[in-house]
C-alpha cells in the first residue's frame, strides 16, 4: 500500500507546472551571482534582502495575481533577519548491497526495493547587520547537531570582504543536490560496519561542516575571486588529523554576451599530510599519506533565452585511498557533472542530469565506476514551497543491471 500511494502522487506530481529555483541555474537566469542573493558570498543559505525580495517574490515564475497574495517577511527588526531550510524526502529505492574483503573484492551483492520517507535537512539562520560594513551570520543544522558561524567585515560599496568564523570553504558549483558525486554522493551507500566507508563522490555531503577559517574576497567587475585558510575539515570519519592547514582558491566569472550569459568557475584546495588511524579491532597502527589531500574543479553555465546547460569536472588526490594499502600510488578519483534544463511557457521546466563518479583513475582494471541518469523536475505552489520530483537510474560496474529510483521531495525555504 505505501508503494502505491507514493507512485499514485508522483503521477499527480508529474503533471505540474515546474519551475527552477536551483542557486546556480536562478543565477544564470537572473544574471545574479550566487552571492548576490545569500548572505554567503558561496552563495547557498540564507537569503538576504535582495534574495528574499527581489528573487522569491519576483522572480520565481507564478501567477502574476497571486504574488501580491503572500505576505511574509524575514525581519526581527531593523537589522535583523532570520531564516530556514526544510527539506522532507519520500522515496522508492532499488538499492545494491555490497559486501567486500579488504582489499575491495566484491564477496557478495544483493538488491532491494523499499519506499521510505525521511527528512534530509532542517536548517535554522539567523543574520545580524550591526554596523552598515560588519555582519554576523548564526547556522544551526537540526539534523546533524552542529552549529555554524561567521563575522565579516566589508569594505565601502561591498568591493571586498574578509570573514572568519566555522563554515566550510567554497569549492565548485554550489549545487541543491548533494547527492551528485561533485557534491558528496550518498554517504551510507557502501558501509560496512568495522571498515571505512566506500567514498561515492567528493567530502562536500550534508554532514561536511567547516572549522575554523580565515576567508578573503575580492570584486572584480564580472569576476569574483576569494581564497581562504582553515584547520582541516574534509578528512572524513577515517581521515582525521592533518599536519597541516587548509587551503583554498575559487574564481567566479559571469559575464553577459548580448542574449548569452555564460558563467565559468575555478577552484582549487589542498588539506596537508593525510594521518590514517586504524578503527576496526586489531587494527591499533597509524600512518600517514604524504600527499595530502587536493581536489581540483573547473566549472561553467550558459543560459540563452529559456536553456540553461551547467557541467562541472573535479579531480581528488587520496580522497578515495583505502585505509588498509598505505603503499601504492596516490589515488586520483574523478567527478562529472553535465545538466540540461528547459524551461517552458508558464513557469514550466523540466531537465536531464547526468552524474559520473571514477573511484580511481589509475586503478588497472578500471573500477568503482558509478553513473547515474535523471530526469526530473520542479514546482513552486507557493514562493517558500518546492516540490521535486525525480526518477534516477543508477548504474555501477559492481551491479548487472541499473537500480530504478522515484523520489519526490518537499522544501520549505525562506
Known sequence: MPSRLFLALMATLAL??????A?????????????QCHFNPGGGGQRNAYGFEEVILRDLPRPADGR??????????PAVRWGGDIRIQAMRIDSLTVVVDLQGNPLSRGRRAAAVVFPMQAATYLHLQATANLDVQLIYFLLQANAEFWIRYSSKFERAYVRAGRFLPAFGLRLDDHTSYTRGGNESRGRLPGFPLVK???PFGPYAHGNGSLEGGLYLGDLFVSGHLSTPSLGGPV???????QAGLRAEWLHFF???TAMVVGSYLK??????RGLAAGWPWQSTAESGLQLYSLAGGLQWQRLVALAEVGWAEEWTRPLYDLDSPTPVSRAVMAEFDWQLAGGLQVFL???RFDHNLLATPAAGVLERWILGAEFFPLPFIEIKPQVRWDVSDLTEKPALNMLVQLHAFF
Do not use: H, I, W
Request: net charge positive; aromatic share 10%.
Open 16 to 21: 505540474l507546472p515546474v519551475v527552477s529555483a
Open 23 to 35: 542557486t546556480v541555474k536562478l543565477a544564470l537566469r537572473s544574471g545574479a551571482s550566487c552571492n
Open 68 to 77: 501580491e497574495a503572500v505576505k511574509f517577511n524575514t525581519r526581527l527588526g
Open 200 to 202: 561515492e563522490g567528493f
Open 239 to 245: 581521515a582525521r588529523g592533518f599536519a597541516e592547514m
Open 258 to 260: 548580448g542574449p548569452l
Open 271 to 276: 588539506e596537508g599530510k593525510l594521518q590514517y
Open 353 to 355: 542530469r547526468y552524474d
